[in-house]
């Protein structure tokens, strides 16, 4: 696939970690996810990152396609998932269901983010796609 330079991916998406860490900060766990879902979108949206919500894409299987059956959280400046979670933990169908959108999507990039975590850190992960040149994260 074509992606963009990866620095700046990595850049746009240390951004996103920045601005969730402040989102779960301010707003503290408890919250249903919908919440978080708007403050994330906002806060992003004044830092000047593109944001589109809730998009819908469809899946191929063995030439069978199947329209609009899946729906990513946010997309970020066009090549970043974000999807949001607001449980105690992670589960690892999280991990799984963000692989299946990089595939279906064809971006390189996906951040897991679980503001129900009691530590943003504990709530935070990073999945990359298969043949994405990745640089360090730093």
């Given at each position: 696939?074509?992606?963009?330079?990866?620095?700046?991916?990595?850049?746009?998406?240390?951004?996103v970690?920045?601005?969730?860490?402040?989102?779960?900060?301010?707003?503290?766990?408890?919250?249903?996810?919908?919440?978080?879902?708007?403050?994330?979108?906002?806060?992003?949206?004044?830092?000047?990152?593109?944001?589109?919500?809730?998009v819908?894409?469809?899946?191929?299987?063995?030439?069978?396609?199947?329209?609009?059956?899946?729906?990513?959280?946010?997309?970020?400046?066009?090549?970043?998932?974000?999807?949001?979670?607001?449980?105690?933990?992670?589960?690892?169908?999280?991990?799984?269901?963000?692989?299946?959108?990089?595939?279906?999507?064809?971006?390189?990039?996906?951040?897991?983010?679980?503001?129900?975590?009691?530590?943003?850190?504990?709530?935070?992960?990073?999945?990359?796609?298969?043949?994405?040149?990745?640089?360090?994260?730093?």
């Open positions: 696939a074509d992606y963009p330079d990866p620095s700046e991916i990595e850049t746009h998406g240390r951004r970690k920045q601005i969730a860490y402040h989102v779960s900060g301010r707003g503290g766990p408890g919250y249903k996810e919908a919440v978080y879902h708007f403050l994330l979108a906002e806060a992003l949206r004044r830092a000047g990152a593109d944001v589109l919500v809730k819908r894409f469809s899946v191929e299987f063995d030439s069978i396609k199947l329209a609009n059956v899946g729906e990513v959280d946010l997309i970020v400046n066009g090549h970043l998932i974000v999807e949001l979670k607001a449980t105690e933990t992670f589960h690892p169908v999280h991990r799984l269901q963000v692989l299946s959108y990089l595939k279906a999507t064809r971006l390189p990039l996906g951040l897991l983010v679980n503001f129900g975590a009691p530590r943003m850190k504990d709530g935070y992960n990073r999945i990359v796609q298969s043949g994405y040149q990745q640089v360090s994260e730093g």
